[in-house]
T-cell receptor
């Protein structure tokens, strides 16, 4: 099945810093989403981005499907950005969605 | 804004007991999913459901698990005889179109199941 790898596994930032999170996947996908899991465990949709580039405030994401990776950019990080960021993909023609292991982000004040 | 809801938020049960976790997906969505997340680990797919039948399931989803859409709004996950290792957060999700064909899934807040 599809393998999803996220890097880095852990990241500590000073408030105001920028960062890039990466998601590599091993096969063709028709569905790619980025989520933020907050300290209460809720999965918050950030981007639905099987291809292309999207921006939402301080966050943006780019997926290059032909090269099988996606990037999540966080600019001017805030303490409320802390949590775990997951990439999740569904392979072409299937229903099963595979999550990566996540990047655990801690933003220091 | 429409959202997926789940009840209860936390359930504590004794090993061997049956539990039913409930979800109300977004009303015009057609595809429904259950996932679980053991504490500190990644989110794992359990099952997808469309047109009143299971469309795909993982190896985790064995005979102890079942899903049902008993009416037009609820979607349930039943665990027949809980084990300690079933302790996890269970998430329900829904999407408008087939997940693999490409549509955004929306997740509920989760039910934390604790098996003693």
């Amino acid at each position: 099945g599809i393998q999803v790898e996220q890097s880095p596994p852990d990241l500590i930032l000073q408030e105001g810093a920028n960062s890039t999170l990466r998601c590599n996947f091993s096969d063709s996908v028709n569905n790619l989403q980025w989520f933020h899991q907050n300290p209460w465990g809720q999965l918050i949709n950030l981007f639905y981005i099987p291809s292309g580039t999207k921006q939402n405030g301080r966050l943006s994401a780019t997926t290059v499907a032909t090269e099988r990776y996606s990037l999540l950019y966080i600019s001017s990080s805030q303490t409320t950005d802390s949590g775990v960021y997951f990439c999740a993909v569904a392979y072409t023609g299937g229903f099963k969605t595979i999550f990566g292991a996540g990047t655990r982000l801690f933003v220091k004040a | 804004e429409p959202e997926v809801t789940q009840t209860p938020s936390h359930q504590v049960t004794q090993m061997g007991q049956e539990v039913i976790l409930r979800c109300v997906p977004i009303s015009n969505h057609l595809y429904f999913y259950w996932y679980r997340q053991i504490l500190g680990q990644k989110v794992e797919f359990l099952v997808s459901f469309y047109n009143n039948e299971i469309s795909e399931k993982s190896e985790i989803f064995d005979d102890q698990f079942s899903v049902e859409r008993p009416d037009g709004s609820n979607f349930t996950l039943k665990i027949r005889s809980t084990k300690l290792e079933d302790s996890a957060m269970y998430f329900c999700a829904s999407s408008g179109l087939k997940g693999g064909t490409g549509n955004e899934q929306f997740f509920g807040p989760g039910t934390r199941l604790t098996v003693l």
